[in-house]
């Protein structure tokens, strides 16, 4: 049976007319299943037997690797609950953290099928803002100013806007942070490992951990959680 919210939040999606993006599409793709199914996908004249079984390995070996990786992000994200629940400190604080818009939201916004008159988006700003799925604690959704760029500088103030709101909420700053984060806009780089190490380094954290999936396997799984919030 589905929640009360969900129910309500379907209705008034339903009433005023709104559509929402239900998979968030990869900007990336995955260089061993292109190669692999490609070989699976040919016709028996156009590769050997050898070939399809190689091909057939090499996918099933690493779609292990990655529902590994799924599974272990799952764990983090289910101890991450537990410890906020019980509030152990010392245990590990778990969020994800993506871009829910990035200049490509207009607002206000009016579907056409609903427009009313020839001003219904005459006045509309590009909006961006980021989800930060904070397991156990809710849900952190900063907001940029349309000129913000919206690369390593802004991501790690929104994990620093993240922890400040957290440690207000629970009245301890976690010291075993966790990040899982997709391979897009400087998620990974030397400004945001410099700014995890500069929490560690300043003993504010006693460690940190930044997660990623493989290009072209995220937003499935673990990291479509946005989809859901």
């Avoid at 809710?138 to 993240?162: D, F, H, R």
Wanted: aromatic share 8%; charged share 25%; glycine share 6%.
């Amino acid at each position: 049976m589905p929640s009360l919210f969900i129910d309500v939040y379907k209705s008034v999606l339903q009433t005023e007319g709104v559509s929402m993006r239900r998979n968030k599409g990869v900007s990336s793709e995955c260089d061993t299943c292109r190669v692999n199914n490609a070989v699976v996908e040919f016709d028996s004249d156009e590769r050997t037997d050898e070939e399809f079984r190689t091909a057939q390995y090499a996918l099933t070996q690493h779609r292990a690797v990655i529902e590994r990786f799924r599974g272990d992000e799952r764990a983090l994200q289910m101890a991450s609950k537990r410890n906020v629940q019980i509030k152990k400190r010392d245990g590990v604080f778990h969020w994800m953290k993506d871009k829910a818009a990035n200049k490509n939201t207009s607002v206000p916004f009016t579907p056409l099928t609903h427009a009313k008159g020839k001003d219904a988006n005459s006045v509309t700003i590009p909006l961006h803002f980021m989800m930060m799925a904070m397991y156990g604690a809710g849900v952190c959704i900063p907001l940029a100013l349309p000129w913000i760029k919206t690369k390593a500088n802004y991501n790690c103030t929104c994990s620093w806007v993240g922890l400040v709101l957290l440690s207000k909420r629970l009245g301890y700053i976690p010291q075993e942070l966790s990040e899982h984060v997709d391979r897009g806009d400087e998620n990974i780089s030397l400004v945001s490992m410099g700014f995890f190490g500069t929490l560690v380094s300043s003993d504010l954290v006693r460690s940190s951990y930044i997660s990623a999936h493989f290009s072209g396997h995220c937003h499935g799984g673990a990291d479509g959680e946005n989809q859901h919030l």
